[in-house]
């Protein structure tokens, strides 16, 4: 009897371990996304971008949230932040006008809502989880829609 009691035990604290390795993994993603390397722009974007410009550093005020949210997702699971991600190979975006890195951003949000996806899935049966994860995966759906406008408007 108490090996059935404990296995149970055991797969609940694997799907919570499960759970808080992907809210780790998503925090990371984005500490380390393109849109958070954006304010590194601000300083080089010339008259002619800076209404494009303004567009997605809004976006990025709506995602510095997300970090945040995560942090308090993963203290709800008693659990810690793990560490922060950063894209080495985007180490020179600053110097990029706004519109040549549009693809750039649509490929990185795109990894960061597949990745939401998976993870609403997983937390399908920790409510507060899921919806956190699901606020989340619905702001970088509509940021996702917000840069494919822009693309197309500097295509």
């Known amino acids: 009897v108490m090996f ?3 296995g149970a035990q055991d797969r ?3 799907a919570d371990t499960q759970l808080i ?3 780790n993994a998503l925090f990371a993603l984005e500490c380390g996304s393109l849109m958070q390397r954006i304010k590194e722009c601000e300083p080089y974007i010339t008259a002619d971008a800076a209404e494009e410009a303004s567009r997605i550093l809004d976006m990025v005020a709506e995602e510095d949230a997300h970090g945040a949210k995560l942090v308090d997702l993963l203290d709800r699971l008693d659990a810690t932040p793990g560490p ?3 894209q080495l190979a985007a180490g020179e975006i600053q110097f990029n006008k706004p519109h040549a890195l549009l ?4 490929a990185d949000k795109k990894k960061l809502i597949t990745a939401y996806e998976r993870a609403v899935q997983l937390a399908a049966s920790e409510p507060i ?3 956190v994860l699901g606020q989340l995966l619905t702001n970088h759906k509509n940021h996702l829609a917000r840069l494919e ?5 500097t295509a």
């Open 4 to 6: 059935g009691a404990l």
């Open 12 to 14: 609940t604290s694997m």
């Open 103 to 106: 693809p750039w951003l649509i």
């Open 21 to 23: 390795d992907t809210v």
């Open 149 to 153: 406008e822009l693309a197309g408007a």
């Open 84 to 86: 922060r991600g950063v």
């Open 129 to 131: 989880a899921a919806d």
